[in-house]
């Protein structure tokens, strides 16, 4: 797919910069407030109209969507009419010869089938019918026919052909990478089922454990924690949304502290310096609260005393910087890689990876985590969040 999209990038670029350079020799300017020459205008106007009707195309091949783009690409064509169809029926018609939707789909048998072009004279008694001939132009996916785009005109031409070719190309790179939105939205919930499935068994024993401790000795206290426990788990088990706020993430985190400091008492100490403006910051659901079970784990474990965690979260400009640091036992480096690379650790690393792999897919590979360890020299973890990134909003 990748290949497929850098490709077509390097095939369209040139002839665009072609053109411009092209209409910057040979066509001039009307006057001093003119703005732009013929060229340079229709070059603009070209891709305006193609990003006004990329949007709705990312969202896949439905009728809303073709409704909303199929007036651009009847624009971009400049035909009397045109149509979009998925494999059974057509989704939209824009402009004139709407009555010749079932003679279209009759004659997209043999396109959508062998994923080929063909254009075809329309039969038509109408007298004030201003189109006669029809280009079909398959939209593909993964070399699967999903529709096909059809364009009308009064008379059959190779230019026309060659046009709408170009444009269902264009329209089937949208479905694409509609197409790889939806798979990165299921693998992202993939990934927080699995996370969520992974929440210690014994941390859920230990927390029931030590409230039932509580219930005869300190009843107030037992009902406290259980609070604490009822909210940790409604969250780690809501149902909505793929994103939350950093409030509602060190909130969960605090109900989770507090189980864990009925557990262990003064051997656990936790220092949290956090920005006020970084709390509305959005990232993925269930990201920052493994990496705390992860310090709590290494920090207390082999290690006797008191562990310290210190989460801290920062304004840096266009990004939030979270770091969670402890001082327990750390971990060794080539261990680490290995639990990155996607290799399951019976230690329980695979949070690690998990959150990893999707501060990835969300913001860029620049945007995995920074972890700095030894073993004996506990463990710092450093997670830079874009303040802004398209498509990552908190669920509503």
Known sequence: MSGFLAGLCVAILPLLAAGFWLGRRTARADGPGDLGTPVEHATFETLHTASLAAPPLRAGLTEETARKSARRLRTLLGTDAL????????????????????????????PLETGRGEAFPLTCDALDCTVSWAVVAPLTVDDRVHGALVACAPRESAVLVRAAGEVARWVSVQLELADLDRSRTRLIEAEIKALRAQISPHFIFNSLAVIASFVRTDPERARELLLEFADFTRYSFRRHGDFTTLADELHAIDHYLALVRARFGDRLSVTLQIAPEVLPVTLPFLCLQPLVENAVKHGLEGKSGTCRIQITAQDEGAEALVVIEDDGAGMDPDALRRILAGEVSPSGGIGLSNVDDRLRQVYGDDHGLVIETAVGAGMRITARLPKYQPGVHPAR
């Open 83 to 110: 149509c979009l169809t998925d494999q059974k029926q057509v989704l939209v018609w824009d402009g004139a010869g709407g009555h010749h939707r079932d003679e279209v789909m009759r004659r997209l048998a043999g």
